[in-house]
């Protein structure tokens, strides 16, 4: 397993685009990922975890127009609830959520994929507060991992739905978490 910093971001990258799996902080808690394209590695990191292989996972994306470009048009709601901290969204099917922290933005763009983003713990234990416990967790089973902070809030992101049967459209919360929806 190799250790990266935040600012190796292209080698970091290259793990990604090559189907590796990676350890990494996300916004809101420490994350397993991986490119969320790539059938055989999210099949790999849902092993590693334990999660169901027919389990949803959550894209991180560096801007709405990304989410556009890999899930498709995005209405005025899901626009605005994109653009909550912390909050993913259900668009056309696909839970997304928008990052817009400095290296982790800089990153999201660097991989120019959809990156996995699922808690680095094993499915249903207690979520993890740091690198180190991570890497004890997951020690040669994935590819790279990135030196970081310690993160002491432990909640994962808000996840929403759109009801667009309905007129007006209704915010349907899904998962309550960090992110404050209004």
Not at 30 to 40: M, P
Not at 50 to 69: N, R, Y
Request: charged residues 15%.
């Amino acid at each position: 397993m190799e250790i990266f910093r935040h600012n190796d971001l292209h080698h970091l990258a290259q793990v990604v685009k090559s189907g590796g799996i990676i350890i990494y902080p996300t916004d809101t808690i420490w994350g397993l990922g991986c490119d969320a394209l790539n059938q055989t590695a999210t099949q790999k990191l849902k092993q590693l975890k334990g999660k169901p292989q027919d389990a949803a996972l959550i894209w991180l994306l560096p801007s709405i127009t990304a989410v556009e470009k890999f899930c498709g048009a995005v209405d005025q709601l899901e626009r605005r609830l994109l653009k909550q901290k912390h909050t993913s969204v259900v668009i056309h099917g696909q839970a997304v959520r928008v990052v817009r922290s400095g290296w982790l933005n800089r990153f999201l763009t660097l991989c120019g994929v959809p990156l996995v983003a699922t808690s680095a713990n094993p499915h249903g234990q207690p979520v993890i507060t740091s690198w180190r416990q991570a890497v004890l967790l997951f020690a040669g089973k994935t590819d790279a991992v990135v030196r970081g902070r310690k993160i002491y809030h432990q909640t994962p992101s808000t996840l929403v739905a759109v009801d667009h049967t309905v007129n007006p459209p209704q915010i349907q919360i899904l998962r309550a978490g960090a992110g404050n929806v209004r």
